[in-house]
């Protein structure tokens, strides 16, 4: 099992990743990325799935043409999943993509 951020951590992480949403009811964390179109939103969701399969932590996401939504959390932290570590590494590799 992977540890649950405490409140502090997960606060920490959402002052440096500004452009990410908290999902209080999931404790996850979401952010929407718009690109000039397919092709380029694909080629970004190819770069995040290579690094997540390497990482063995993979998002939710969702695309439609342009646009790709992201929800990261960790399905077997703490009792019921929650935010970890994982989730900000991931966040903050994404974050480099761009």
Known sequence: ?????????????LAELSD????EER???SRSFKFADFTEAFAFMTRVALHAEKADHHPEWFNVYNRVDILLTT??????????QRDGELARTIEKML
């Open 27 to 29: 404790d996850a964390i």
């Open 75 to 84: 399905h077997d932290a703490g009792n019921n999943g929650g935010l970890s």
């Open 20 to 23: 990410w949403q908290y999902d």
């Open 1 to 13: 099992m992977v540890a649950q951020l405490t409140e502090d951590e997960r606060e920490a992480l």
